[in-house]
DNA sequence: CTTGAAGCTCTAGTTACTGTAGATATTAGG
DNA sequence: CCTAATATCTACAGTAACTAGAGCTTCAAG
């Protein structure tokens, strides 16, 4: 009876496009589903657990690297957590360092606009503050691909 | 006797990367240089400038092409400043909001990680939160090129 | 049985670079 | 002046994580 669903369904089902579904196929992260004779994709409800699953730790920021860890340590359910959350760990690190460097950007950036308010291009503080390299707040400019 | 500044030492005094120079002299963002007769590049000062404060909106996190915009306003020391805020307004914007879906971000990972402590993968908080979809905090997952 | 939506594969484009190969240029030391 | 080391040149391929399009086939509804 159930027949399987088709790749627009899972789509509809978790958020995710019909393009970005056969491109996780692709680079692995999802199994090649069932075909029909003619050739189409069908999914079982699993397929839509493990898209969801894929789809919130990218809406969470995590890399597809970080995601592929994911997969393979929850694929071993005598796996030891430790390791899961050693990545959950350094991913929320990074988040948080990310936000320091946003936070010290936000006030540069409010510094710029505050100062600059009318006037002409030639006297314009934004473009001083940009020119000038000394008044550089943060030499952090290393980042993950995450986000 | 100011024989002008190879590439190499514009890459040291700016900390732009080499090839990044280039990249940049590719897609127009910097102006073709003089030539040696060995067909080297040759800078003047002003490069430096003009380099440095590509380097620096950069590290500011402003796109490419937001930075065009920027060099192309700053070309024209007539222009209106409004138009200069009104670029780094834009960006301050998104910096805002990035910050406030990395925070809420930042609270699911730490709830996350306190409720997982120890144990299987079988029973790991972390992979149930990431499955669950019905606990997703953030619908926001469109944003800009920039950073 | 026809028609239109949905699916298929394959390729190229996106952003902002980075890295490599193989050839040429410049510079410093002897 | 010659040589060796370093720097530069062009051109192309690769990165992350998709997205979009061309041109074709299949499916489901009426």
Redesign the pocket.
Known sequence: MA?GL??????RATG?????????EGIGLLPQ?H???????QYDESAIGRLSF?RHA?ELG?????IRDLLALSDDPDNSCADVDRVAQRHLDQVESRIARLQSLQRELKRMLTQCRGGKVATCKVIDVLSDHSLCVSDDHREG??L
């Open positions: 027949r088709s790749i627009g369904r899972v789509a995710c496009k019909v393009q970005t579904i056969r491109y996780y589903p075909r029909t004779n003619g050739n189409q994709r894929i990218r995590f890399s597809l690297e970080a691909p995450s």
